[in-house]
């Protein structure tokens, strides 16, 4: 499939080439390791293939079928028809990286678009082109204030309101850095122990950086003037990790004077999709921009005088630096960040205001609902956004395995 | 000249103006507190056709696989077959929770367990995990696996990761992320890692060596059995970047050839769209000795199945994993697009990509050698790089030849890389690119070669057929400008 040679093309070509076996090219690989026999299916049509992924698909079940109520990083939003349209464009979807700008302005200008909006909804002055996801966002925001302080401070506070899997993530990269530590001095246990004040007492002069989340992972949201003011007193840098839909009605991380921001840019208009692929958003104050990683649109012009837009500060980047590089990474969520651009593009300020105010007041009216039956308690503080944090009055795999049997995913 | 910049969409912005439905609130009540609340927004306003037209007239400004070659060496830009967007559009497969009871998502399961079950064959490897982002963060997984093997055998003084002179920028950088000493290692005459600057390296301090197969030359190296049995001797552990696979599916296991791990990019070998510059994928596979170390969460089968009953899937992280490195399992609908293009393939398929890749790959080189030097003169594999030195045309450089052949309507190859051919350009047909393309492009670089004695202009000034002229990267970098 997919090769287009007739027979007759191919005994031209190996003619040119002066052989007469394909084999023949493969003669550098050692003989006795040379074709070995693949234990696979062999290839079926394309008509086969769509029955039989038609029949996987089948065995889920989808949150088009049953009410979710799960959240912790991924949720459900109405997406406009418009975005499948447009990322579904092969002229998007199936380019290279645009490294040569004048046959990528489409890429190149739709990226210079998705850094404008997430400055301007982050409060930031810079954003870059994307990380792979929410945690490797928050990930390279502890390099980053790693390498802003040249290895003197060691220590990156994290808050026990970040997503779980985001201190997974950031403790998995963090740990071999030459004499770096990433610390989470808080353990989930107790809710009332994720506020920023709590944290600011923990701030000191080796702190290299203070990493919370807003609206945190109990949905709660929380005034960190205190904790960045602190912070910055200590000569430490603040990442905020915000959701992105929030972040419509809540003052801006940038206005809290907040030097990264940092995010999952899942809710943009991007279907759940089993946890992948998403995006991880990323903005900085003016005087961060060189220390970011990943890559970065900027503005320009061409020899004719037209105004285009090219990847830039690629100094910083693995292919130019290798191993003294801000980081590895060679790739940017593309697709998913034109898509962003385009929901965001959509829905504009009035909407995106529209969907939060809809989260915000579905989640407390459940919330008021839920509090009035007998044994549920409501453990996420008020204000929360758009989840909350329930204790139950047995096990709450139980719950939602009753749930599950009423046709609720809860 | 007419002006081909496209306004931005914030320069479309009409107030009042709107592009979107939302279904009324039947909850109204809550008000959300203003001591909260941010002021302003300064997001667009524009209808649904305007955001529509202005993307739609972007998009016309890129190029891009579906309109012509693109022969981007070590890119693998290969056709994308369109059954793979109509499977990883399913909304079985898009509308999950990543966080679902496993017993509502055993489809999603199962394509993971099987395609683990794929990568792994192909590799000749035993384990795989689905669930790095990309190719580098795959290296990242597998360069970390080392390590906490090498950690867990207490071998703390095995610093230095040795990286041939001819590999990927992702080397180097991911080594020095997972705290390891970077040391290069030469390249011989032939093409192959230079043995004996290998010998000298290789000793209690070495942690590993990186190596991509076919090398950043196309070339198969002949000396791949003696190094990595080398490297073992001494204790170190062999990664392979995958990079190149797309030469050796059914022509080899990087298993049998003395490699500890390696990662794919599925968005090169099996065919995912590259987007843009992402979403890839980076599936990481090992043998015993590094399975432990895998990053999870990893599918297994928890029961078997019977006459009556499908099997039952589960997700587990493995004992000594080096943990997360993303939120959930990997990039889950490109994982469904490249299990769709290996299920139209299957065992026979894949090598014949591998063998046409290969075939591509060596007639052109056999053609373009004519007129264009090549650095290292024998059988490439799936691509193979030119050295842009013309002693009559010595003002020409790579660069020129690279943009000249957007006025013909091509994608340039890779320039400038890999480092050691100074003036390279790295020319990757791959299998899909039939004949008449293939002699199309020869003849428009013969056509360039020429012009590069009787008329040089039309090469430094290139592109001139294109929507736009060459850019201003001075300009770009020294008035920062990265927001409208």
């Known amino acids: 499939m997919y090769i287009p040679h007739s027979e007759a093309e191919r005994d031209e070509m190996l003619a040119a080439i002066g052989i007469d076996k394909i084999d023949a090219l493969f003669e550098a690989v050692p003989e006795k390791f040379r074709f070995p026999n693949l234990r696979l299916d062999p290839g079926r049509s394309e008509y086969e293939v769509e029955l039989e992924l038609k029949d996987i698909a089948k065995a889920n079940l989808t949150v088009d079928e049953i009410p979710c109520f799960l959240g912790a990083g991924a949720y459900k939003h109405i997406i406009p028809a418009a975005v499948d349209a447009i990322i579904s464009r092969s002229e998007f979807y199936t380019a290279y990286t645009p490294y040569q700008p004048e046959i990528s302005q489409g890429t190149l200008q739709s990226i210079f678009e998705f850094q404008t909006l997430i400055a301007r909804l982050t409060g930031m002055e810079a954003a870059n082109a994307s990380h792979y996801d929410g945690a490797t966002a928050c990930a390279e925001a502890g390099i980053l204030a790693l390498h802003h302080h040249r290895g003197k401070r060691s220590k990156i506070l994290v808050s026990a309101g970040l997503n779980p899997m985001y201190r997974s993530t950031m403790r998995t990269y963090l740990q071999d850095l030459d004499g770096t530590k990433a610390e989470s001095p808080q353990v989930m246990k107790k809710i009332s122990e994720v506020s920023p004040d709590s944290l600011i007492e923990a701030i000191d002069e080796d702190t290299s950086l203070v990493m919370i989340q807003v609206p945190d992972f109990f949905g709660q949201i929380w005034d960190y003037s205190a904790l960045v003011k602190a912070a910055h007193e200590k000569g430490a840098l603040v990442a905020v990790c915000a959701n992105p839909i929030a972040l419509a009605l809540l003052k801006s991380p940038g206005s809290m004077d907040a030097d990264i921001v940092v995010g999952e840019g899942q809710p943009l208009g991007m279907p759940l999709s089993f946890g992948g692929p998403y995006l991880g958003f990323f903005a900085v104050r003016k005087e961060l921009v060189r220390k970011m990683s990943g890559r970065i649109v900027g503005e320009t012009v061409d020899a004719r005088g037209q105004r285009g837009y090219v990847l830039t500060l690629t100094a910083r980047e693995q292919h130019i630096r290798r191993e003294k590089a801000t980081s590895n990474i060679c790739s940017n969520q593309g697709l998913n960040a034109l898509t962003a651009a385009v929901y965001m593009s959509l829905m504009g300020k009035k909407g995106m205001q529209e969907v939060a105010q809809q989260c915000y007041e579905k989640a407390h009216y459940a919330a008021r609902k839920i509090s009035k039956i007998r044994g549920y308690k409501i453990v996420s503080h008020t204000p929360f956004f758009h989840e909350f944090a329930v204790r139950c009055p047995i096990p709450a795999f139980e719950v939602d395995e009753m749930l599950l049997n009423h046709g609720i995913l809860g | ?484």
Not at chain 2, 19 to 39: H, K, N
Not at chain 2, 163 to 191: F, L, Q, W
Not at chain 2, 418 to 434: A, D, K, Q, Y
């Open chain 2, 1 to 484: 000249m007419r002006n081909n910049s496209e306004p931005t969409i914030f320069d479309l912005s009409s107030v009042g103006r709107n592009g979107y439905q939302l279904p009324e609130s039947d909850v109204r009540g809550s008000e959300f507190p203003t001591e909260f609340a941010r002021e302003d927004l300064a997001f667009p306003e524009l209808s649904e056709q305007d955001v529509v037209r202005h993307y739609s007239r972007l998009s016309a400004l890129n190029y891009h696989v579906d309109k012509g070659l693109y022969p981007l060496g070590s890119c693998t830009m290969k056709y994308n077959p369109k059954i793979s967007e109509k499977t990883a559009r399913l909304d079985g497969f898009t509308q999950l929770h990543p966080l679902q009871p496993t017993e509502t998502v055993q489809g999603a399961l199962f394509l993971i367990y099987d395609l683990q079950h794929i990568l792994s064959e192909i590799s000749g490897f035993t384990a795989c995990s689905l669930v790095p982002a990309a190719g580098a963060q795959g290296e990242f997984c597998g360069v970390k696996m080392i390590a906490a093997h090498h950690a867990y055998k207490k071998q703390h003084q095995r610093k230095v990761m040795l990286i041939p002179d001819s590999a990927h920028g992702t080397n180097p950088a991911t080594s020095a992320m997972c705290g390891y000493e970077c040391m290069p290692v030469k390249t011989d005459s032939r093409g192959n890692i230079d043995l004996e600057d290998l010998a000298s390296k290789c000793n209690k301090e070495l942690a590993g060596i990186m190596i991509t197969l076919p090398n950043t030359l196309g070339l198969f190296d002949e000396n791949i059995l003696k190094a990595t049995a080398m490297v073992h001797k001494s204790g170190g552990l062999v990664y392979g970047d995958g990079a190149n696979m797309n030469a050796l599916l059914g022509i080899a296991w990087l298993s049998d050839l003395g490699f500890d791990v390696m990662h794919y990019n599925l968005h090169k070998t099996f065919s995912t769209p590259h987007g843009g510059g992402g979403p890839g994928a980076g599936a990481v596979c090992c043998n015993r000795l590094l399975e432990p170390y895998l990053p999870g969460p990893i599918c297994e089968m928890i029961e078997e199945g019977t006459k009556d009953e499908p099997p039952f899937y589960g997700l587990y992280s493995p004992e000594r994993t080096i943990g997360m490195v993303k939120a959930f399992y990997g990039h889950f609908t490109v994982l469904v697009r490249a299990y769709t293009y290996l299920r139209v393939l299957g065992a026979n398929g894949l090598r014949r990509v591998a063998e046409y890749a290969a075939l591509n790959a060596n007639y052109l080189m056999q053609a373009l050698k004519k007129t264009y030097p090549l650095p290292y003169d024998r059988t490439c594999i799936h691509e193979f790089v030119l050295d842009i030195k013309w002693e009559d045309a010595p003002d020409i450089r790579a660069l020129d030849v690279a943009k000249r052949l957007m006025d013909f309507g091509y994608h340039p190859p890779t320039n400038y890389f890999p480092l050691i051919v100074h003036e390279s350009l790295m020319i990757e047909p791959t299998e899909t690119e039939n004949k008449r393309t293939l002699d199309e492009f020869i003849e428009a670089m013969n056509s360039i070669a020429e012009d590069a004695r009787h008329a040089p202009e039309m090469l430094r000034k290139a592109p001139s057929e294109t929507p736009f002229g060459r850019m201003d990267e001075v300009k770009a970098a020294r008035d920062l400008k990265l927001t409208a």
